[in-house]
């Protein structure tokens, strides 16, 4: 019995780790995109490379996760659940690093008068990866929270999308080059594209809650 | 030759075995939160453990409703049994094992002419109506009690996970051993009365009774059934009884145990009467139909989600399908096995109305007339008896039944210098001693009269009334079914 959940709080600290990698990548990624904008080149090559190193520890810790839920035969019912969660948490997790990899890659110009519209989208993004982690550990503990964190997913997902429509429209009224145009818009697209993982986590959270009701 | 006779018992102790531990463990296996070897060998200990030493008090139930006397009769009647339940799983109609056991010896008293216990029979029926919204009950009342607590502890899903998983199993085993001490008395109950095995003294350290080692040959042949067939029947069933979570599965067996105790334990029994509450009657109970009332309860506590009325009807079909059918089959197989195989189903009893009968039967209210015209006549068989009861005028079934009690003959002389040994691990009251040594020498034709003779001498051999002197009156029976039996010079 003791073996039982000696195990079973080992691994419980391995799906907390994650999530806590999951919301460090997230803020890690808020705080790259702001020291890009503000031209600080160190830090944010700094930050690079820190959120690449959380992402592949986040790979390897699912990648245990995954494996001894199906080894161990933990959590039959839900197993499946679960693992889709994680993975595609995961996939924000990915998403988030490559957007900053690209940032630095891409050298993307931003223009001055759109650069805190860049913070607020980039800012709400990340709420909505904060919500997103806190559903996710709410499915493990309480379930009803759940649905008060993905509410506030959903709403800084739409917050995103509003952010973003705005800046596309502002960039392409601009008289500037179309290839300065679409290098924006893409990088719009990119950061809105995270919440909007986020907002497939919680599609998938929410039907698991349900089961989990049931 | 004894093994042959008790083949059919044992054959339905298999099937009890490869059909029910699906009520015990079937959402714990095919859930894989418990693995099947694991499970089986847990539920395969403790059924035999709780047939062993829980077993006496439901099967004594069944020994009542009718007391099959020959071991021809008692394979007939387990064969009998065999046959309806394998016949109606096949027609897909909703059989009790339990049920089936009741119809079955119902049979064998119609064939034979016994007179059947009526109060025992309406015992045993009203279980099966009780037993079900029971379990709902006890279901409804956990699964509340169970989610609300969860909630409290804002549980990690892994450690519930682990706690369900420990739970299954622990009360998995509580619920093996119920159904065993529950059970038991279907396979083994009717060879009780015609048991061939000594009790013996283990080391003179505790005494294994004849019934107790019957039983543990019967749990034996249940834990075969569980590690032989149940996996097929629990991945089989599973789907369409129980797609419930693990955490429901649990609550479900719980409850089931619950129920499955109440009607199995002696202990509780005696526990309630001695604190002034109304005693439950020990019965072989349904363990599937229990289940599904606890899943309803289940259901009814997920605000009616996931109930299928329509079992419920098919369960109300089953309390007359099941005992009808065995009934049937049984008195048509002790027909087949008497005069086609010449094996001899029935002990014949002997029966005589003497004076002191019809006395004694007056004062129960029975009309001395047509009694005092068979007076002086003996009669073998309960059939014989029977035939020149009714030839006098219509009885009703409990005053015939009063009648064969007063009348039936027995041989017992009285040997004071035996009770020593007799009651050598519980002995009489001196004022008990000193009413039997009062008796010695004399010769009794009625088990009645020595018992009468006991209570004229010693208040102490004086049945109580009123409430909690249950327990009470069942050890004096006990005792003097001892006494009948150390001074019983033939039958």
């Given at each position: ?64 996760i ?59 993004t ?5 919500s ?16 008060d ?34 290098h ?27 089961k989990?009701?049931? | ?24 463990f ?5 859930s ?59 027609l897909e ?64 899903i892994?450690h ?116 002034g ?18 899943v ?32 049937s ?10 005069n ?9 009893v ?75 691990s ?43 002197t ?22």
């Open positions: 019995m003791d073996l039982l959940l000696r195990r079973t709080r080992e691994l419980e600290l391995q799906i907390d780790e994650y999530l806590d990698i999951v919301v460090r990548g997230a803020l890690l990624f808020k705080e790259g995109v702001k020291y890009y904008i503000k031209g600080q080149a160190d830090q944010f090559e700094e930050h690079v490379v820190l959120i690449d190193q959380m992402e592949s520890r986040a790979d390897s810790l699912r990648r245990s995954e494996t001894r839920l199906y080894l161990e035969t933990l959590i039959p019912e839900f197993r499946g659940d679960v693992l889709g969660l994680l993975e595609s948490s995961d996939k924000v997790m990915n998403r988030a690093t490559e957007t900053l990899t690209q940032f630095k890659v891409e050298s993307p110009e931003i223009l001055e008068d759109l650069k805190p519209m860049f913070m607020d989208l980039t800012d709400s990340t709420a909505a990866v904060e997103m982690v806190l559903a996710i550990r709410s499915y493990f503990r309480e379930l009803e929270k759940v649905r964190h993905i509410n506030k997913v959903m709403f800084y997902e739409n917050e995103s999308d509003s952010i973003g429509d705005k800046i596309k429209r502002l960039v392409f009224s601009k008289d500037i080059d179309l290839s300065r145009k679409i924006m818009r893409y990088f719009v697209s990119h950061i809105e594209g995270i919440a909007d993982e986020a907002e497939d986590v919680c599609d998938r959270l929410a039907i698991a809650t349900i989990r009701h049931l | 030759m004894i093994w042959l006779f008790i083949s059919t018992g044992l054959f339905l102790g298999w099937s009890l075995g490869a059909n029910h531990a699906v009520n015990v079937g959402t714990a296996v095919v894989r939160m418990v693995k099947f070897k694991v499970a089986a060998t847990v539920a395969g200990i403790f059924v035999i453990l709780g047939a062993v030493f829980s077993g006496a008090g439901a099967s004594r139930t069944l020994t009542e409703l009718g007391a099959v006397n020959e071991l021809a009769g008692c394979f007939t009647v387990a064969l009998a049994v065999a046959l309806a339940v394998t016949w109606m799983t096949g109609l909703p059989v009790s094992t339990s049920q089936a056991v009741v119809g079955g010896i119902v049979g064998w008293n119609l064939f034979t002419g016994s007179p059947t216990d009526m109060a025992s029979l309406s015992k045993i029926v009203s279980t099966w109506v009780v037993c079900p919204l029971l379990s709902a009950i006890f279901a409804y009342g956990l699964y509340e009690s169970a989610t609300f607590v969860i909630r409290r502890s804002r549980l990690h892994l519930l996970d682990a706690y369900t998983r420990i739970g299954l199993l622990v009360v998995g085993a509580f619920a093996s051993y119920t159904l065993g001490a529950n059970n038991i008395g279907n396979v083994m109950g009717m060879f009780v009365a015609a048991s061939p095995f000594e009790n013996l003294d283990v080391f003179h350290m505790f005494s294994f009774s004849g019934t107790q080692q019957l039983f543990l040959i019967g749990g034996i042949a249940i834990a075969i059934g569980i590690f032989t067939y149940s996996y097929k029947v629990m991945v089989t069933v599973s789907d369409q009884l129980f797609k419930i979570t693990p955490l429901a599965g649990l609550i479900v067996v719980l409850a089931e145990s619950l129920v499955l105790f109440l009607f199995a334990s002696e202990g509780l029994e005696a526990w309630l009467i001695g604190h509450l109304p005693s439950i009657p020990l019965v072989p109970l349904s363990s599937t139909q229990v289940v599904i009332g606890a309803i309860g289940v259901g009814f506590a997920k605000r009616g989600r996931g109930i299928n009325y329509r079992v419920l009807g098919r369960i109300a079909i089953g309390w007359i399908t099941a005992p009808v059918a065995a009934c089959i049984s008195f048509v197989a002790l027909f087949i096995v008497q086609v195989f010449e094996q001899k189903v029935v002990h014949l002997p029966y005589k109305i003497t004076p002191d009968v019809v006395r004694a039967l007056t004062k129960e209210g029975i009309p001395p007339g047509p009694l005092a015209k068979l007076s002086g006549r003996p009669f073998l068989g309960s059939a014989n008896f029977r035939q020149a009861l009714r030839g006098q005028q219509r009885w009703t079934e409990n005053q015939l039944f009063l009648i064969f009690s007063y009348s039936e003959l027995d041989t017992i002389r009285v040997d004071s210098a035996l009770v020593p040994r007799v009651f050598a519980a002995p009489l009251s001196a004022g008990q001693a000193e009413a039997v040594k009062k008796l010695h020498r004399r010769l009794f034709v009625h088990r009645w009269q020595v018992v009468q003779s006991l209570v004229d001498s010693c208040d102490e051999w004086k049945p109580r009334s009123g409430r909690g249950e327990i009470l009156n069942k050890e004096l029976k006990q005792r003097r079914e001892l006494l009948f039996t150390a001074f019983r010079i033939q039958r």
